[in-house]
């Protein structure tokens, strides 16, 4: 079953922008459709825009702009976008993850321009209207806009919390329990190691007494951080640091030679000169040699499906 990700019309190749064009992003059309159910909007058009039509800009403070007609700033559509902005919000609660349009004064995520009084772009910008009101009705989704995912770590890092975010979902569905927390927990261990050391131990913290909480509770309240540790891009620092956990679980089974081919090739991958997935390909080849019934749970090995190829490039 693939998962269902919202994401800009325009970027699965709909002519539905201002000028009448599209921004086709091939990674959504071509990789991600393969576990991705696309739920596409532009809330230009769904609020009366046509196609093409005058384009809208941001004016006024960063924090709360306003988007208006550039031609004409008393042409104001902030609250037609915000209004079904929060619609779609109630609408879509089955969505793990949304791409946005970056750039854009509806969709875009970062730094989007925002005119003052002067007519030059404030700094810093802002978040486009609509966007806003997804994010704002759901601040644990995990969200990306189109240019940024061009970067291989920030990729990773978004289909990373995609995949989790749609894991714990299901758990919610089938009902959280004490033990559905914690095994999910022991699940991505070393992800959460991997992303944020500190808020690993945290939520270790958090679940030492789980028995003492209400699992509803304790179930939000783990999800809050779970979310935020994974919104943090793993470095070469702290993968190096999971994949030698990880040989730990080897020393009694490999010889001293492959010992010491695993260590060469984790320190290599720490200083840069080879990608991540040849030391995971490594520890997944001795762990299919020497199955561990703990290692065998991790999702740090395979997070998402091999065939994304992500770390290929981080």
């Not at 922008?17 to 059309?29: E, I, Q, S, V």
């Amino acid at each position: 079953m693939k998962i269902k990700v919202g994401i800009s019309s325009c970027l699965l190749g709909q002519e539905v922008r201002f000028d009448g064009g599209h921004k086709h992003d091939k990674l959504c059309t071509n990789t991600l459709s393969a576990y991705f159910d696309f739920v596409s909007e532009c809330p230009e058009v769904s609020i009366g825009l046509g196609i093409p039509r005058k384009p809208i800009r941001l004016i006024g403070n960063t924090k709360a702009p306003r988007a208006v007609a550039t031609h004409d700033n008393e042409l104001d559509y902030t609250n037609k976008l915000m209004a079904f902005g929060e619609q779609k919000a109630k609408q879509h609660q089955q969505i793990c993850g949304y791409i946005f349009m970056k750039n854009s004064p509806s969709c875009g995520l970062f730094r989007v321009k925002v005119y003052g009084e002067n007519g030059y772009p404030e700094k810093g910008g802002g978040r486009g209207i609509y966007a806003k009101a997804i994010t704002d009705a759901n601040p644990l989704l995990p969200v990306e806009e189109s240019g940024r995912l061009t970067d291989p770590p920030l990729r990773e890092n978004f289909i990373t919390r995609v995949f989790a975010y749609h894991n714990w979902q299901q758990i919610v569905e089938a009902g959280l329990s004490h033990k559905a927390i914690l095994d999910f927990h022991v699940r991505y261990k070393y992800c959460l190691m991997a992303h944020s050391p500190a808020d690993y131990s945290k939520l270790g913290q958090m679940l030492a007494d789980a028995g003492k909480s209400d699992p509803v509770v304790l179930g939000q309240r783990y999800f809050n951080l779970l979310m935020a540790a994974l919104t943090q891009v793993a470095t070469r620092k702290t993968h190096s640091n999971v994949l030698m956990h990880l040989q730990g679980y080897l020393k009694k089974s490999l010889s001293s030679d492959e010992k010491q081919e695993l260590t060469k090739i984790i320190d290599q991958y720490r200083i840069d000169q080879l990608p991540l997935i040849v030391p995971i390909t490594l520890l997944k080849h001795h762990f299919a040699n020497h199955p561990d019934p703990y290692i065998s749970k991790q999702a740090y090995l395979q997070p998402y499906p091999e065939d994304l190829s992500l770390r290929n490039a981080i």
